[in-house]
């Protein structure tokens, strides 16, 4: 296997000032690639690429990407800035609990416009270039609530079933085009996002932090959550060129807890 190099290839991660996807665009720019952080936290964008300091071509761009105006002109920005988008990691996401019975058509519909509509409309954002130049690398950060069920997160585990849906019918789509698309399936991940979830169960169920995290932890046959590096590393390898043959996959990193 070669060493991933991704000199001169420009790469985009929403979601980028934190968690998962700081943990990619960190390994991003480390194998050579422009990156482009994009998130709706102008503050923490700024923060991450202070942290990637070593690198000289990270950039910020703030942007929504549930908002189609707003998707289309930080793509544009991003593409005068550093050229057409060879990599696409769409890793912004949102997760929100409720029983079913008590779901509002607004959670419902927040789950969607962020966890599938904004992978919807980066992708078409990033896709005619690299369909114009017969190369590119799409990596959807899904989750394993789009390969199994969870129980008092359906609009989640919805819109991350669609994202998986998506990969699928869109990597036979390009098959022939040079262009690649893949899912990631991270289980339960010490990131911001587990912290939310940790709360949410503890403000639901009156339990303890510790008790919230051993009941997590049960569900995980190797009995840990998972590192953002962890993930990262998958993703570096399927947007390089080892990975040519790999599309339309959803690769679980969750110890075990999908097989």
């Known amino acids: 296997m ?19 996807g700081a943990a990619i665009a960190a390994a991003l720019a480390q194998a050579g690639a422009r990156v482009t952080l994009m998130g709706r936290d102008g503050r923490k964008l700024a923060a991450q690429r202070e942290r990637l300091t070593a690198f000289d071509d990270v950039g910020c761009v703030a942007m929504d990407v549930s908002e189609a105006d707003s998707v289309a002109h930080a793509f544009a920005a991003a593409s005068q800035a550093m050229g057409p988008v060879d990599i696409l990691v769409n890793n912004a996401g949102q997760a929100q609990a409720a029983p079913f019975a008590a779901t509002s058509l607004s959670l419902w519909q ?21 369909l114009t130049r017969a190369h590119g690398r799409i990596v959807n950060i899904a989750s394993t609530a789009g390969q199994k069920g969870y129980p008092y997160v359906a609009a989640y585990c919805a819109a991350k079933h669609g994202v998986i849906g998506l990969t699928r019918s869109l990597a036979l789509e390009v098959a022939t085009q040079g262009v690649t698309v893949n899912a990631v399936c991270p289980g339960y991940t010490e990131t911001e996002l587990l912290h939310h979830s940790l709360d949410q169960i503890v403000t639901k169920t009156g339990r303890s932090q510790e008790a919230a995290r051993a009941a997590l932890l049960r569900a995980n046959p190797q009995q840990r959550f998972i ?3 962890e993930v990262a590393r998958a993703v570096l390898w399927l947007v390089s060129a080892d990975a040519a ?5 959803s690769i679980s990193i969750s110890g075990g807890e999908v097989m």
Do not use: R, W
Not at 2 to 20: K, P
Not at 245 to 249: D, E, F, L, V
């Open 110 to 130: 927040q789950m969607l416009d962020v966890n599938l509509t904004g992978v919807f409309l980066c992708t078409q954002a990033a896709l005619p270039s690299m």
């Open 2 to 20: 070669s060493a991933t190099t991704l000199d001169g290839q420009h790469a985009v991660v929403t979601g980028g000032g934190s968690g998962i």
């Open 245 to 249: 043959a790999m599309t339309g996959q």
């Open 227 to 229: 590192a953002p590096d």
